[in-house]
């Protein structure tokens, strides 16, 4: 099965994507992990992506659409595979649509995780994490046995910029404004099936494989 999921940050769609790729055997494809393995090995793909990023550019969707048809050619992917952070456009909808179309493939499912900008909130202001260890903890849901402080190697926890509510507003802004055709195109064509994001980590995901496994 051929499965995409979309969601706005602070939706879990990071966690819930690796979580549902385990449970249904597909390998999980994240456009974030491509990038950072590309750049760290040094192809060819990755330097042309660095030469934007170190610009501050975005980088160009040919290039995402190359990197993207590199890795959904491996053999781990002859059965399927779970999309995690593309498409992020209706245009590289579409170049996956020609990229799988000419191998007689398509995409079976889109989950859409729907999540209240009230929740997202919550999760993102309340995330610390740490700086010298990058563990990850909750002031409320996970936090740590001592304030400001990283069960794991004791080091100093703290709120990233982009988790203040004022920037969290602008990505949900930024992310609802790309992504709005994008899901009015899966939708129209029948496979797009929105989950409930605001309910808990483990009834979203319980949702999401009962679509996964039809």
């Known amino acids: 099965m051929?499965?995409?999921l979309l969601g706005p940050p602070g939706a879990g769609k990071g966690t819930q994507a690796v979580s549902i790729a385990q449970e249904a055997g597909l390998p999980h494809i994240s456009t974030g992990d491509m990038f950072r393995a590309a750049l760290k090995q040094g192809t060819p793909l990755g330097l042309l992506a660095k030469s934007y990023m170190d610009k501050g550019e975005l980088v160009p969707d040919d290039v995402v659409v190359a990197m993207v048809r590199e890795r959904i050619m491996q053999p781990d992917c002859a059965n399927g595979?779970?999309?995690?952070?593309?498409?992020r456009t209706l245009a590289q909808a579409e170049k996956l649509d020609e990229m799988l179309g000419a191998a007689g493939l398509g995409i079976d499912l889109v989950l859409n995780m729907v999540c209240s900008a009230e929740t997202?909130?919550?999760r993102l202001t309340g995330r610390r994490v740490c700086r010298s260890c990058g563990a990850i903890f909750h002031v409320r849901n996970m936090p740590p046995k001592k304030e400001g402080v990283c069960d794991v190697c004791g080091g100093e926890l703290y709120q990233r910029d982009d988790d203040k509510e004022e920037t969290i507003m602008n990505r949900l802004e930024v992310y609802n404004r790309s992504t709005s055709g994008l899901i009015e195109y899966y939708r129209q064509r029948g496979l797009l099936k929105d989950v409930n994001a605001d309910a808990s980590r483990e009834e979203t995901q319980a949702a999401m494989l009962a679509l996964v496994r039809g």
Do not use: E, K, S
């Open 2 to 4: 051929r499965v995409i």
């Open 81 to 87: 595979f779970l999309l995690d952070g593309f498409p």
């Open 120 to 122: 997202i909130v919550g």
